[in-house]
């Protein structure tokens, strides 16, 4: 882990020298949004839940499973396509989430030290009021310390990873490694521009 971390272009020379191997790629993706998935329901906890039925707690690590295949799929593919390094690609991509498994530790301990403060009621049933009540809860959350650390901690894993990627597919696909790694930092911009949206911010 330290060493795709800090010498990206020596790890993946190794593994070229071996056959693909996504899943343990795939791990390290899962288990990144797993950790920080943990850590934003730990700054949450004093706050009323959004969801309808059954825990956050349980939405949150059930759901990190679905999301992971998802987004590293979908990342993958189109990194595949923009550098032609094919199945290495999903190897790539998924190494590449180690800067947010790392720093997702630090997101865990955020969320304990800060969580996140204010007073929302219960959601309300009423659809025609729960989008007011979510505008509420996304003021409360958007205004927090915790946010704002968590904003500062996804931009530094944004690019950390993009200096990964381009490091792994000058490795695997030489020619169109800038690319490939443009694609997938404008889709993690996309990605982090859209989240601060949905907060208001």
Do not use: C
């Not at 059954?54 to 593919?77: D, E, Y």
């Not at 009423?126 to 979510?134: C, I, K, S, T």
């Not at 409360?140 to 597919?169: D, E, K, M, N, P």
């Amino acid at each position: 882990m330290i060493e795709v971390l800090f010498q990206p272009k020596a790890f993946f020379s190794r593994l070229a020298e071996k056959a693909p191997r996504v899943w343990p790629a795939f791990g390290v993706y899962f288990l990144a949004l797993l950790v920080t998935a943990v850590g934003s329901q730990l700054a949450l906890r004093n706050l009323a839940s959004p969801v309808a039925f059954g825990s956050p707690w349980l939405w949150a690590v059930v759901g990190s499973l679905p999301a992971a295949f998802v987004m590293w799929g979908l990342f993958g593919f189109v990194v595949m396509l923009a550098s032609g390094s094919g199945a290495r690609a999903f190897e790539v991509v998924g190494w590449a989430a180690a800067p947010s498994l790392v720093l997702g530790l630090v997101l865990l301990a955020a969320g304990a030290l800060f969580p996140v403060q204010g007073t929302v009621p219960p959601a309300p049933s009423d659809p025609a009021q729960l989008a007011e009540w979510m505008k509420s809860y996304q003021a409360v959350v958007q205004a927090s310390t915790f946010t704002q650390i968590s904003r500062t901690l996804a931009l530094l894993a944004l690019l950390w990873s993009s200096w990964i990627v381009y490091a792994g597919l000058g490795v695997f696909a030489r020619a169109r490694a800038a690319l490939g790694a443009g694609v997938y930092l404008l889709l993690q911009l996309g990605l982090y521009l859209l989240g601060n949206v949905r907060l208001g911010g």
